[in-house]
């Protein structure tokens, strides 16, 4: 069973994902403990092929479509002295699973300033790109197409040929900049 895959979730609920898939972190170490017992028992063979090893770390970053890596984190963050503050970031989408890997390290304050920071940060740029969405100059197809004019005179003036032309395109090029 993998979750989230079947729904088309992203980056977004990795957390939830993982959080789900350590639930059955018992049953998978119960299933490895099993293999390495019948694996002793068995002498004839002294190690375990690799088809018989059962990496418990790996069966879960399967089970949540994630890297093994991030597994390793979400346990480091749960267990961490900052885990409300940060499981609630990670909830909220605020930050990744490797920053909070990363906040989780420092101290309780450290990670609150860090935290706030981010959501200024975040809401600031959310205001501005709100503002620009409402106020900035939608494309002009004629402008654009002035432009390429301009471009395509501006051209035809480097040409040797065009010489006896080219203070009339100069007159031409500063007229169709003037009027954008």
Do not use: Y
């Not at 895959?5 to 990795?14: C, K």
């Not at 991030?70 to 970031?89: D, F, M, R, Y």
């Amino acid at each position: 069973m993998v979750f989230g895959v079947s729904l088309g979730l992203g980056r977004d609920l990795a957390f939830f994902r993982v959080q789900l898939a350590l639930e059955l972190e018992p049953t998978v170490q119960e299933k490895a403990r099993a293999n390495q017992r019948s694996g002793g028992r068995e002498k004839a063979s002294s190690k375990l092929t690799k088809d018989q090893r059962i990496d418990c770390r790996k069966q879960i970053a399967a089970v949540a479509s994630v890297c093994t890596a991030n597994v390793t984190k979400v346990k480091h963050i749960l267990g961490s002295a900052g885990a409300p503050q940060l499981t609630e970031s990670l909830r909220a989408g605020n930050i990744s699973i490797h920053r909070a890997w990363i906040l989780s390290k420092s101290s309780s304050s450290e990670i609150k300033d860090a935290l706030g920071f981010r959501f200024f940060k975040r809401r600031r740029t959310k205001r501005l790109e709100n503002w620009l969405a409402k106020n900035a100059p939608k494309s002009d197809e004629v402008a654009d197409s002035v432009r390429h004019l301009i471009l395509g005179f501006k051209g035809l003036k480097n040409t040797p040929w065009m010489a006896n032309h080219w203070q009339q395109l100069d007159d031409l090029i500063a007229t169709f900049e003037s009027e954008l």
